[in-house]
């Protein structure tokens, strides 16, 4: 099955720095990557996703990266804000609905006024 | 309406307790599902309906019991469970398209097993 590694387990940044968190995954037949952030108590919420046929997307200070050939992604937060603080999960899956969703294993990222 | 729903936020139960949890989404999403999440842990799979139908249970234990009435609502019967039950269980649904397949997760449930 699915394996996905995620790294940093934390980080800690200036308000303002550029924060990023790395995944790898193990299946080549994974063709989708959202990533999903969780403040504490609350729900994962969806911030962004890449498929397969795209290298690279962005919102606002949020990008997703992806490279197939080394099965890896990376989520690019800019301008980071104290709002920008909770646990980020990467997430890989085969596509189509219904499919098993395969989380990392999470990143708590701290802004620092 | 654009949100998953959750019933109850906090639960209570004793170990030879039945129990239900509630999902709802009215979003008509074809596939939906639960997770069990662990204090500092990321989600973990437990069932997956497409079409109101079972297509995936991560063997899990018999004492949790899914149930899909309908495109709008998922259950999750809860029977004889142990201390390490204890989690934030959430729902979550989306589209049965290979290119929408987004999932949208509820704001769990909170159990907690004596």
């Known amino acids: 099955g699915e394996n996905v590694e995620q790294h940093p387990s934390t980080l800690s940044v200036q308000e303002g720095d550029s924060a990023v968190i790395k995944c790898t995954y193990s299946?080549?037949?994974?063709?989708?990557f959202p990533w999903y952030k969780q403040e504490l108590g609350k729900r994962p919420q969806l911030i962004i996703d890449i498929r397969s046929n795209v290298g690279e997307k962005k919102d606002q200070r949020i990008a997703v990266t992806l490279n197939k050939t080394a099965k890896h992604f990376s989520l690019h937060i800019t301008e980071t804000q104290p709002e920008d603080s909770a646990v980020y999960f990467c997430?890989?899956?085969?596509?189509?609905?219904?499919?098993?969703?395969?989380f990392g294993t999470g990143t708590q990222l701290k802004v620092e006024l | 309406d654009t949100e998953v729903t959750q019933t109850p936020k906090h639960l209570v139960m004793g170990m030879t307790n039945k129990k239900s949890l509630k999902c709802e989404q009215h979003?008509?999403?074809?596939?939906m599902y639960w997770y069990k999440q662990k204090a500092k842990k990321p989600p973990e799979l437990m069932f997956v309906y497409s079409y109101e139908k079972l297509s995936i249970n991560e063997s899990v234990p018999s004492r949790f019991s899914p149930e899909c009435p309908n495109s709008s609502l998922l259950n999750l019967h809860l029977h004889a469970l142990q201390p390490e039950d204890s989690a934030l269980y959430l729902c979550?649904?989306?589209?049965?398209?290979?290119?929408?397949?987004?999932?949208?997760f509820g704001p769990g449930t909170r159990l907690t097993v004596l």
């Open positions: 299946d080549s037949a994974s063709n989708y």
């Open positions: 997430a890989a899956s085969r596509g189509g609905g219904g499919n098993k969703l395969t």
């Open positions: 979003m008509g999403h074809r596939a």
């Open positions: 979550a649904s989306s589209l049965s398209r290979e290119s929408r397949n987004e999932q949208f």
